[in-house]
């Protein structure tokens, strides 16, 4: 049998993915990846290039993005029966050769194949390339270190309710916000609350083509699917600044 491996792919650059994801996915006898349906995916196009004559492409559709509800019985039954199906069909790909599956930033770090790993352990040999992380390359590029000394660094997600995300907001140092999106207006309204909107910044594709950095307040309407909303940290300092 041959390994399932998953491949972390980095913020978007493809220069900015490890040699090892590379080694792999320019070698790859079979990918796949995860996409929209009727759109060519993210994952995808980092790797435009890359890939070797011949290679099997393997398109895992989801059934459902932003149609229904993400908490509620229906979506989480669609998505279910999604990692089901294509948990079998890896497994079944991977007792004639390795599948590369592509993942976008680091496959540990919210990404979707953290779903099929849980259901391949102990049924096929799995491998995961850690790859740098979406935020990292968001941050890197307001041109500011985010992090100092002991700040603490919270990660929230924007479908929280308005008052959670404040409440983390006023006890966190750094603050990264994600799956931004449509959540915009209530992230915004969480910053205010928590007396950090002024400080808050917001990369759409960082590290993308069409790349755009700006301070969340002059930021006009609503913005993409890949988007972080990003607060940085003052902690301590060498010579005492913070």
């Not at 194949?113 to 850690?130: D, K, N």
């Not at 941050?139 to 985010?146: V, Y």
Request: aromatic letters at 8%; charged letters at 20%.
């Amino acid at each position: 049998m041959g390994k399932i491996i998953c491949t972390g792919l980095g913020p978007g650059d493809p220069d900015l993915m490890s040699l090892r994801a590379h080694r792999l996915i320019t070698s790859a006898r079979q990918i796949a990846y995860f996409r929209k349906a009727g759109r060519p995916g993210q994952a995808r196009r980092i790797v435009e290039g890359l890939l070797p004559d011949g290679v099997v492409e393997c398109a895992m559709e989801y059934p459902v993005t932003t149609e229904l509800a993400f908490d509620s019985a229906e979506y989480d039954a669609a998505l279910s029966a999604f990692y089901d199906d294509w948990a079998a069909r890896l497994l079944k790909l991977s007792r004639s050769d390795d599948v590369i599956v592509l993942c976008e930033g680091d496959p540990f770090f919210y990404g979707s194949f953290m779903h099929l790993y849980s259901r391949l352990q102990g049924l096929a040999e799995i491998e995961v390339v850690p790859g740098i992380t979406g935020m990292s390359g968001c941050w890197t590029a307001t041109g500011r270190p985010f992090t100092w000394g002991d700040d603490v660094l919270t990660v929230l997600m924007g479908t929280l309710p308005e008052a959670d995300l404040a409440r983390h907001m006023r006890a966190a140092d750094a603050v990264v916000v994600m799956k931004t999106g449509r959540n915009l207006g209530r992230i915004r309204a969480a910053l205010a609350a928590a007396g950090r909107l002024d400080e808050a910044w917001i990369v759409e594709h960082g590290t993308m083509p069409g790349e755009r950095v700006s301070k969340i307040a002059d930021f006009p309407g609503d913005c993409s699917y890949f988007s972080i909303v990003l607060v940085h940290g003052h902690g301590r300092r060498p010579g005492g600044a913070g």
